[in-house]
C-alpha cells in the first residue's frame, strides 16, 4: 500500500525524458504540461489496471495477466498500443528467459563441480560471488529512478 | 533524436533495456486499486510499457493538434484541449479541466443562480 500519496505518482525526471523523446527536438514543454501529463499516466493507470481486473473477474481468476492488460487496451480504444506491447513483450520474454537459463546453466555447473571436486571451495566461493552480483543488478535499475526522481 | 539525448540505461545494462519507468512504481499504483488481488510478472511490463506508449500518445496529440506548433512549446491548455476532443482521451478531462478566468467563472455561476431563481 502507498503510505504517502506521492507514491502514487510516476518519477518525473523519466516522464520529462519520454515526452521530449516523442516530440520533435527543441519543443519547449510547460512544468505545468510535464505535471499535467505525469498525472494522466497514472489515472491511465488505473484505468487500465481496473478494466484489466474487470477481464480477470469475469474469467474468474484473480491475477492480472498480460491477456487482461491487452484485452484492456482494446477496451479503451488504444488499439495502437496492441502491435508494440506484443512486440516488447516477446522481447521481454526472450530477456527473462535468456536470463532463467544463464542462471540455469550456472547452477548446473555448479552442481557438476561440487560433485567432482568437493575439497575446491575456493572455487565455489567464486562463483557465489558471481551470482550476487547478478541478483543486484535490477535494484540498480530501480535505484537510478528514484535518483531522477530527487533530482526535480 | 534518441541521439541528442544520451540514454543512462543503455549505460548500465548491456542488453538494451525495453522500459524505462520503474515497475515497481507502476505496481504500486495498480495495488492501489482496492479490487485487485495481484498482478503476474507479464501484466505488469505491459502496463508500464503500456503507460510510456501513452505518455508519447498523450504529448504527440497535443502538440499536433495545438496551436504550439510556430512557438515550439507544449502547453497545459493544449492537454486539456485533447482530453475534451479526443474521444479515447475523454477519462482525462476530470483532471485535466479547461481554464476559465474567474470572471467567467462568476457569470456563469450568477447565471446559473438566476435560472434557480426563476423556479
Redesign the interface.
Known amino acids: 500500500?502507498?503510505e504517502r500519496p506521492e507514491?502514487?505518482n510516476?518519477?518525473n525526471a523519466?516522464?520529462t525524458?519520454?515526452?521530449?523523446?516523442?516530440?520533435?527536438?527543441?519543443?519547449?514543454?510547460?512544468k505545468?504540461?510535464r505535471r499535467?501529463?505525469s498525472?494522466?499516466?497514472?489515472?491511465?493507470?488505473?484505468?487500465?489496471?481496473?478494466c484489466?481486473?474487470n477481464f480477470a473477474?469475469k474469467a474468474k481468476r484473480?491475477?492480472?495477466?498480460?491477456g487482461?492488460?491487452?484485452a484492456a487496451?482494446e477496451e479503451?480504444?488504444?488499439e495502437?498500443?496492441l502491435e508494440?506491447?506484443r512486440e516488447?513483450?516477446e522481447?521481454?520474454?526472450k530477456?527473462?528467459k535468456g536470463k532463467k537459463e544463464v542462471s540455469e546453466q550456472k547452477r548446473k555447473d555448479k552442481e557438476k563441480k561440487a560433485e567432482s571436486s568437493e575439497n575446491d571451495k575456493s572455487r565455489e566461493d567464486e562463483e557465489e560471488e558471481e551470482e550476487h552480483m547478478e541478483e543486484e543488478?535490477p535494484a540498480?535499475?530501480?535505484n537510478?529512478?528514484?535518483e531522477e526522481e530527487v533530482e526535480n | 533524436?534518441?541521439e541528442?539525448?544520451p540514454d543512462?540505461?543503455e549505460q548500465?545494462?548491456g542488453?538494451k533495456?525495453?522500459?524505462?519507468?520503474?515497475?515497481?512504481?507502476?505496481r504500486?499504483?495498480?495495488?492501489?486499486?482496492p479490487?485487485?488481488?495481484?498482478?503476474?510478472?507479464?501484466?505488469l511490463?505491459?502496463?508500464t510499457?503500456?503507460?510510456?506508449?501513452?505518455?508519447?500518445?498523450?504529448?504527440?496529440s497535443?502538440?499536433n493538434n495545438g496551436p504550439?506548433k510556430e512557438t515550439?512549446?507544449?502547453?497545459?491548455s493544449?492537454?486539456?484541449n485533447t482530453?475534451e476532443d479526443t474521444?479515447?482521451f475523454h477519462?482525462?478531462t476530470d483532471?485535466?479541466p479547461k481554464k476559465i478566468l474567474a470572471r467567467d467563472y462568476l457569470k456563469s455561476l450568477e447565471e446559473m443562480q438566476e435560472e434557480e431563481a426563476d423556479f
Open positions: 500500500m502507498a507514491d502514487l510516476l518519477p523519466v516522464i525524458r519520454i515526452i521530449k523523446e516523442a516530440l520533435p527536438d527543441g519543443v519547449n514543454v510547460s505545468e504540461a499535467a501529463i498525472q494522466a499516466a497514472s489515472v491511465f493507470v488505473l484505468y487500465a489496471t481496473s484489466a481486473n473477474m484473480k491475477t492480472l495477466n498480460a487482461d492488460v491487452l487496451m479503451m480504444e488504444f495502437r498500443f508494440p506491447l516488447a513483450l522481447v521481454y520474454k530477456g527473462q543488478e540498480d535499475v530501480e537510478e529512478a528514484e | 533524436m534518441s541528442n539525448n543512462k540505461d548500465t545494462s542488453t533495456k525495453t522500459i524505462s519507468l520503474p515497475i515497481s512504481r507502476v504500486l499504483i495498480m495495488k492501489s486499486s479490487d485487485v488481488s495481484s498482478i503476474n510478472q507479464d501484466a511490463f505491459l502496463t510499457k503500456a503507460t510510456e506508449l501513452f505518455v508519447q500518445h498523450l504529448a504527440v497535443s502538440f504550439g515550439n512549446t507544449l502547453s497545459y493544449d492537454l486539456a482530453a474521444e479515447t477519462f482525462l483532471i485535466l
